[in-house]
């Protein structure tokens, strides 16, 4: 007797129709005892939990959800003028620790032969400290900037591709946003965060094409910019990225409380 | 549904508060399919977002006699899929995402004590898990289509954008790799006889 393939087994499960696999299945006790553990097997999946999730959950998914719909341009304006401000603060503050980290450089040799014998766990603590508050401070910067390009990347993302879309508030938002990428690019490739560094280096070329696009995109530039994004799978490796952030940002704070605490 | 419909037509409309009714009311079974689709929590909840953001865009398109929890569905699916796609073009190019197996395996251990979790104990969960990672993303969608949502085959392959023979192939591998996986778990020794 020909016993039922594979294939003819999982058709029979999944009841497709086969008149002889099902006529066969019920006189061979052989194919049976398959079906019966391809069953077994499958129960194991079905049995798979889904984490249940609360009756406020559809409230959390419309909290998040609500800012990025409707009333657009005006929130785009306004994101727009809070991105400036938070990218000019964010400038003057990594320059000012920049040079205080130079000045402290050029400072500390002076100090070394002033005291002759300097207080080695004095000046250690003194420039962890410093370059954790530079670490700490990449971090949040690169974190919000993140949000802001991932919210962009996403609107771009859900375009209708047939219609042309106006970008006038995106497009001065991009403009921005790829000043302040070029800074934190270049910051992140000096600090060692290539990961960071090589992210911002992607996202570039897209926030660079959208602020020059001036007011209107046509369905064939939004299709080649969706294409973009999802060739270089940006818009998730911003996730992971701006996911990774924000632990190490949470990490870089705890630890900066212990030290302080101790 | 009916009144999912009136609902949808207010929405369609610009009624802020209709679309609020739709995803409060949708949120959920959005969320299970694509926690089964992604396997992932986390990528549950940005699926979900993303597929209410993408009906709103393309709510002028819904047909009204359809239904919009099936709609809806399709949408989770195809975000689900574009997730997994990205996520494996990702995984390609970062050498790998070693969060996602934890993830799959800790999924049931972050759990929250549930009736059904409780029949599997948490190293079955976990082994259950990883068999479906192993999966590559169409087989993965392919099979949750076929085995959760008792989608057609031909049905499956318009959403792969497959032939319905290749789709089918696609579930056989799928139950196939679950089965060289789970087989030991349910029939402990297979002699050599």
Same mark, same amino acid.
């Given at each position: 007797?020909?016993?039922?393939?594979?294939?003819?087994?999982?058709?029979?499960?999944?009841?497709?129709?086969?008149?002889?696999?099902?006529? $066969?299945?019920?006189?061979?006790?052989?194919?049976?005892?398959?079906?019966?553990?391809?069953?077994?097997?499958?129960?194991?999946?079905?049995?798979?939990?889904?984490?249940?999730?609360?009756?406020?959950?559809?409230?959390?998914?419309?909290?998040?959800?609500?800012?990025?719909?409707?009333?657009?341009?005006?929130?785009?304006?306004?994101?727009?003028?809070?991105?400036?401000?938070?990218?000019?603060?964010?400038?003057?503050?990594?320059?000012?620790?920049?040079?205080?980290?130079?000045?402290?450089?050029?400072?500390?040799?002076?100090?070394?032969?002033?005291?002759?014998?300097?207080?080695?766990?004095?000046?250690?603590?003194?420039?962890?400290?410093?370059?954790?508050?530079?670490?700490?401070?990449?971090?949040?910067?690169?974190?919000?900037?993140?949000?802001?390009?991932?919210?962009?990347?996403?609107?771009?993302?859900?375009?209708?591709?047939?219609?042309?879309?106006?970008?006038?508030?995106?497009?001065?938002?991009?403009?921005?946003?790829?000043?302040?990428?070029?800074?934190?690019?270049?910051?992140?490739?000096?600090?060692?965060?290539?990961?960071?560094?090589?992210?911002?280096?992607?996202?570039?070329?897209?926030?660079?094409?959208?602020? $020059?696009?001036?007011?209107?995109?046509?369905?064939?530039?939004?299709?080649?910019?969706?294409?973009?994004?999802?060739?270089?799978?940006?818009?998730?490796?911003?996730?992971?990225?701006?996911?990774?952030?924000?632990?190490?940002?949470?990490?870089?704070?705890?630890?900066?409380?212990?030290?302080?605490?101790? | 549904?009916?009144?999912?419909?009136?609902?949808?037509?207010?929405?369609?409309?610009?009624?802020?508060?209709?679309?609020?009714?739709?995803?409060?009311?949708?949120? &959920?079974?959005?969320?299970?399919?694509?926690?089964?689709?992604?396997?992932?929590?986390?990528?549950?909840?940005?699926?979900?977002?993303?597929?209410?953001?993408?009906?709103?865009?393309?709510?002028?398109?819904? %047909? %009204?006699?359809?239904?919009?929890?099936?709609?809806?569905?399709?949408?989770?699916? &195809?975000?689900?899929?574009?997730?997994?796609?990205?996520?494996?073009?990702?995984?390609?190019?970062?050498?790998?995402?070693?969060?996602?197996?934890?993830?799959?395996?800790?999924?049931?251990?972050?759990?929250?004590?549930?009736?059904?979790?409780?029949?599997?104990?948490?190293?079955?969960?976990?082994?259950?898990?990883?068999?479906?990672?192993?999966?590559?993303?169409?087989?993965?969608?392919?099979?949750?289509?076929?085995?959760? =949502?008792?989608?057609?085959? %031909? %049905?499956?392959?318009?959403?792969?954008?497959?032939?319905? &023979?290749?789709?089918?192939?696609?579930?056989?591998?799928?139950?196939?790799?679950?089965?060289?996986?789970? =087989?030991?778990?349910?029939?402990?020794?297979?002699? &050599?006889?």
């Amino acid at each position: 007797m020909q016993h039922l393939t594979e294939e003819q087994l999982i058709g029979h499960y999944y009841d497709d129709g086969d008149a002889l696999a099902d006529a $066969h299945v019920g006189s061979c006790d052989e194919c049976r005892s398959q079906l019966d553990t391809l069953r077994d097997v499958l129960a194991l999946v079905n049995h798979l939990p889904i984490p249940e999730k609360s009756e406020a959950y559809g409230e959390e998914v419309w909290t998040r959800l609500r800012w990025k719909l409707g009333n657009g341009r005006r929130r785009a304006r306004v994101w727009g003028t809070i991105s400036a401000i938070a990218a000019a603060l964010a400038l003057a503050f990594i320059g000012g620790m920049f040079w205080h980290a130079r000045t402290q450089q050029i400072q500390q040799p002076a100090t070394v032969v002033a005291h002759n014998t300097p207080p080695a766990s004095a000046a250690a603590p003194a420039s962890n400290s410093s370059s954790s508050s530079r670490d700490r401070l990449l971090l949040v910067v690169v974190s919000d900037h993140l949000d802001s390009s991932e919210r962009m990347l996403l609107e771009l993302s859900n375009a209708d591709p047939k219609q042309p879309l106006d970008v006038t508030a995106e497009s001065k938002r991009a403009g921005e946003l790829v000043a302040s990428n070029r800074i934190y690019r270049q910051t992140a490739t000096r600090r060692g965060e290539t990961r960071i560094a090589s992210l911002l280096s992607d996202l570039e070329p897209v926030l660079l094409e959208l602020s $020059h696009s001036g007011s209107t995109l046509s369905p064939d530039e939004i299709a080649a910019l969706q294409k973009r994004i999802d060739a270089k799978g940006l818009l998730f490796k911003v996730r992971v990225v701006s996911a990774q952030v924000s632990g190490q940002e949470s990490a870089t704070n705890s630890k900066t409380k212990g030290t302080n605490s101790l | 549904m009916t009144t999912d419909l009136a609902v949808v037509s207010r929405a369609r409309s610009g009624d802020a508060d209709a679309f609020r009714m739709l995803v409060e009311s949708h949120s &959920n079974a959005a969320f299970r399919v694509a926690y089964r689709m992604t396997g992932n929590e986390h990528d549950a909840d940005d699926v979900v977002q993303e597929t209410f953001l993408r009906a709103y865009k393309q709510l002028q398109h819904f %047909e %009204e006699r359809a239904n919009f929890g099936t709609w809806l569905h399709r949408i989770a699916v &195809n975000c689900s899929l574009d997730l997994l796609r990205a996520r494996s073009r990702a995984d390609k190019h970062y050498g790998g995402d070693p969060e996602s197996a934890e993830l799959a395996g800790a999924a049931g251990a972050r759990s929250e004590a549930q009736q059904d979790r409780l029949m599997m104990s948490v190293e079955l969960q976990a082994q259950v898990a990883a068999a479906m990672e192993r999966l590559s993303p169409s087989e993965r969608t392919a099979f949750i289509l076929r085995h959760f =949502e008792g989608m057609p085959v %031909e %049905e499956i392959g318009k959403t792969l954008g497959i032939q319905v &023979n290749a789709a089918k192939h696609t579930i056989f591998r799928a139950v196939r790799k679950l089965r060289d996986s789970l =087989e030991p778990l349910v029939r402990p020794t297979a002699c &050599n006889t």
